[in-house]
């Protein structure tokens, strides 16, 4: 997880602005963001520590 949020952070602008726990507890799922380029990446971590970005895109806009 720490070598994917270290690209992500560094070679695409992106940082965490949201994370949840499966309800039964076996993934996190992380949302990274750009605020300058507005793209993003889902970032899902198993119970053994293996992440996988699971998908990502080019716009990002808040709902709230």
């Given at each position: ?36 380029t507005k793209k993003w990446t889902i970032l899902e971590t ?19």
């Amino acid at each position: 997880k720490d070598v994917f949020k270290k690209f992500l952070e560094q070679n695409q602008d992106e940082k965490l602005i949201w994370y949840g726990i499966a309800e039964d507890g076996s993934k996190l799922t992380e949302l990274y963001e750009s605020t300058k380029t507005k793209k993003w990446t889902i970032l899902e971590t198993d119970t053994n520590g293996i992440s996988c970005a699971t998908i990502g895109g080019n716009l990002s806009t808040f709902l709230k």
